[in-house]
């Protein structure tokens, strides 16, 4: 760098988190699965798609441990060379491989693998813990104590209850997504049965009847045995050849990992940080388990929503992009509901972590342009910048606005 240059700015390993959970967070809504494969005709018994469902639906909670391999085939530009190792923004294309546990109940660990790296995400209850190797530097999610009974009781009722940290994805949770608005303006049927990590599996293919969204097909392939997720595959309207996106077990057993692999410990030398996060209000009628007569009324201020299922758009307003693009912990308030998140002091210090700076919190030479990056994926467009993928767009405006959906860019820009 020349002596007259001025230094880019750069994110943390934990800013970068911020990035790819931006387009992987909201690709994830629209996940879906599958190859089709040859059936053996000693395969499993045939079921109907309503009894398919009813069993995924049903299945009791069951211990897992195995490798994931996660593939994402966007359509996004080639991301910079310095990206190496067990980064989560690796999550946006190419294949990531991840090693999954879980007691079946409230703990698990899923750790993405990089060739000489490690990111980490623990969950334990209500606490959760993340930890990169890159940076040797653990955050401990937890909640105040006063929240603690609260996420207890949610837990009991809901099937999901609210958890810290930032996850990576598995077959459940994506399987989960999709199954959870599988009968909503879409087709579901059985095809062929097939294998998955030397396993019978049904496949559950989901083809939305919208003509509006991206998503061609969902497939989930369900394990005959335990009835649980062992892979799954979004298919975009734009690409026939192979899906968009892809998480599945490349091997896996349905018995308990050892209590040891579950059990977090700080890595002797590591950095923590200590974060706690207030649990959201979580309106009464969600709590107990049913659909609110106007969920648009539990949206933060700032969030509409328009259009339904697959082709569902969410408006985001005054989001200081620019700011939140150039590390400015300040400007993550401008994100609506962010509230909800950054409500205690020791949250608000993890902010810091987004300031762009050298692995040892000084400026010093840059390892990532995040700038440079927001304008490799996104191009302009009269509106503001345009994010395309096979399955997913952002429109950011020049006014502020953020436009999410699972439609064409050109529904987005009818849309701003």
């Keep these: 760098m020349a002596d007259n240059e001025t230094p880019r700015r750069t994110l943390s390993a934990r800013g970068r988190w ?73 999550l946006l294309g190419g294949s990531s491989t991840l090693r999954v546990w879980s007691d079946g109940a409230e703990r698990s660990r899923v750790s993405l693998l990089g060739a000489t790296s490690e990111y980490s995400v623990v969950h334990h209850g209500p606490e959760a813990w993340t930890y ?19 996420y207890r009781a949610l837990a009991e009722r809901v099937e999901a209850a609210p958890s810290a940290g930032a996850d990576l994805p598995t077959p459940a949770d994506a399987a989960a997504q999709v199954l959870a608005h599988a009968e909503e303006d879409a087709d579901v049927t059985v095809d062929r049965p097939t294998t998955v990590a030397g396993r019978d599996a049904y496949q559950l293919v989901v083809s939305p009847t919208d003509d509006a969204t991206l998503v061609s097909r969902v497939v989930v392939a369900v394990d005959a045995e335990t009835a649980q997720p062992l892979r799954v595959q979004a298919w975009s309207t734009s690409d026939g050849e192979a899906p968009s996106l892809e998480v599945g077990f490349t091997d896996v057993a349905f018995t308990a990992p050892d209590a040891s692999v579950l059990d977090f410990s700080a890595p002797a030398g590591a950095t923590t940080e200590e974060v706690v996060v207030p649990l959201p209000e979580v ?84 390892s990532l342009d995040t700038t440079a990056l927001y304008d490799q994926l996104t191009t302009e467009v009269p509106e503001g910048r345009l994010l395309s993928s096979t399955l997913l767009s952002v ?19 009818a849309a701003a």
């Design 283 to 366: 309106p009464a009628d969600v709590a107990a388990g049913t659909v609110p007569d106007d969920p648009a009324g539990a949206l933060p201020e700032g969030v509409a929503v328009t259009g339904s299922g697959w082709s569902t758009v969410v408006t985001l307003s005054d989001v200081d992009v620019a700011g939140l693009v150039g590390g400015d912990a300040a400007s993550l308030a401008t994100v609506p509901g962010a509230e909800r998140v950054l409500g205690s002091e020791e949250a608000q210090d993890l902010v810091q972590q987004f300031v762009p700076s050298d692995s040892d919190g000084t400026p010093g030479k840059p």
């Design 132 to 150: 990169s190797s890159t940076d040797d530097a653990v955050t401990h999610y937890t909640l105040d104590p006063e929240d603690v009974a609260r």
């Design 18 to 90: 911020a990035v790819p959970g931006v387009v992987a967070v909201a690709v994830a809504a629209a996940v879906g699965v599958p190859a089709l494969a040859s059936a053996d005709s000693a395969g499993p018994p045939d079921v109907t798609p309503a009894e398919l469902l009813t069993r995924v639906a049903e299945a009791e909670p069951t211990p897992v441990q195995g490798t994931v391999v996660y593939t994402a085939r966007l359509g996004l530009p080639e991301l910079p060379a310095e990206m190496t190792g067990a980064d989560p923004l690796n």
């Design 395 to 413: 429109l950011i405006t020049d006014d502020g606005r953020v436009l999410v959906g699972s439609v064409p860019a050109d529904a987005l820009r």
